[in-house]
């Protein structure tokens, strides 16, 4: 029995790939990541100082573009939905691989994004999340051509949209789901900083959830069911959901509103809330759950006023699903990803977040998201900060000898 799982287990191990050799091509190419280490810098703050709301990714998109173009990849396109390619052709047989850092930050309009200094430290919302992850691309494709290295597969240069929140992975759904369906052998995002590996998606669910009802004055009216209080008991149920700790599951009403002053019975309540799990069973259950306290509140709150005709309605809009992501730790790439790692003397962690890899991932495309190299604290924060230490340039090498293995290198 024993000896029956170890053959069967053997084809998946031997599917991981070992690094490839460093040819002449590949050596020089990495060498120009070290030596030209203050390029890549500069880049991510140039980039880190065009806002990139939400929705809002054009502008520094056609400036990631110029790079690319003014690198020598002029067929470098902007496709339908905001993404950045440069669709760069094999030399000889090999797979495809999609690298890409994401466009967009979490941040409003108006948000100041001016790099500042204190010592080695940049400071500025966006520049590890993932103004790190474009650099480390941009940098990477610049090396390729600098050594004059090619590839025996296909790789695609890509800065995409719609990675947070609300993008919905709309970016990435794109480019695997539609342009390039069926084309992707491996993808690699780089997203945010430091040496990880994260193989495995966090599934989420997200709603806009609306109560509403015809409202009224608060002493006048008083005797019939209040939207806000019929969302105040869905959350007091939704608040008492027990969940697994393993595999993890999450839950969160993060945003209430509604209403119109003190002394109105409110018509509307409205709450944003996210749910997550490892687990896409899990994560049902959640959603059945909260989505049961929501018709329960209702019913109550219309219960309590039996003599009222005013009704209450709800409603219940998507503002995101992110699938889950099941890839096992010794899935091939995840160890080829390791295996990586490992030629710059780094054992990085394995883990599961919400990333663009959980599309690819979702629909069976092996994929691993990495990060860029350096040191940060604060993404998501208007405090964020990255450093890049002593050796930042691992990460750019790192991303650009795991495309080397992945792809293949032409003689
Ligand atoms: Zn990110």
Redesign the pocket.
Known sequence: MRRLLVALALPAALAAQQPVADSPALAKALAVLQADNAWTLQKQVALCEIPAPPFKEQARGIAFKNEMVALGYANTYIDSVGNVVADVQGAAKGPTVLIEG?LDTVFPEGTDVRVKRDGTRMIAPGIG??CR?LAVVLSAARAVKQANLKFAGRVLFVANVG??GPGNLRGTRHLLGTAYKGQINYFISV??TGMHITNKGVGSNRYNVHFKGPGGHSYGAFGMPNPIHAMGRAIATISEIQVPKSPKATFNVGIVSGGTSVNSIAMEGIMDIDMRSESAEELAKVDVQVRKAIDDAVKAELARWPASKAGLSVRIDTIGIRPVGIQADDAPIVKTAIAVAATFGVKPPLGSSS??SNYPISIGVPAVTIGGGGIASG?HSWSEWYDDGPNGYVGPQYALRLVATLAGVAP
């Open positions: 994401h999340d993932d992850g990675e947070e997203d945010g990333t663009d993404a």
